[in-house]
Nanobody, 124 residues
Framework: QVQLVESGGGLVQAGGSLRPSCAAS????????MGWFRQAPGKEREFVAA????????YYADSVKGRFTISRDNAKNTVYLQMNSLKPEDTAVYFC?????????????????WGQGTQVTVSS
């Protein structure tokens, strides 16, 4: 069983930056494929970014490519999402997710474990 706890969300002005993190416990972290998803009020959960167990492969939604960077520190069992040039439309609850086997990195149904989420609010 894997437990995930997100932190680092907050309120920021448009153009600013945030770096949420997700701490994992249980299981073998380096074997877990990790993803970030987000859900805005009244909208479906959407893929943001994902990273392979070694960190060698990363994946991004087109809407965040060039602005967000996903990374991981396997020694600390933590995955990060560096968010730069934030826009009001990035406002959402951001969820961390984990799976030991993924077929489609941007498919939420491929992930087995989820955190409780951290709120990110970008003001205009």
């Amino acid at each position: 069983q894997v437990q995930l706890v997100e932190s680092g969300g907050g309120l920021v002005q448009a153009g600013g930056s945030l770096r949420p993190s997700c701490a994992a416990s249980g299981g073998t972290f380096r074997r877990n494929f990790m993803g970030w998803f987000r859900q805005a009020p009244g909208k479906e959960r959407e893929f943001v970014a994902a990273i392979s167990g070694s960190g060698a492969n990363t994946y991004y939604a087109d809407s965040v490519k060039g602005r967000f960077t996903i990374s991981r520190d396997n020694a600390k069992n933590t995955v990060y999402l560096q968010m730069n040039s934030l826009k009001p439309e990035d406002t959402a609850v951001y969820f961390c997710a984990a799976t030991v086997s993924v077929r489609v990195p941007n498919n939420a149904y491929d992930y087995d474990y989820w955190g409780q989420g951290t709120q990110v609010t970008v003001s205009s």
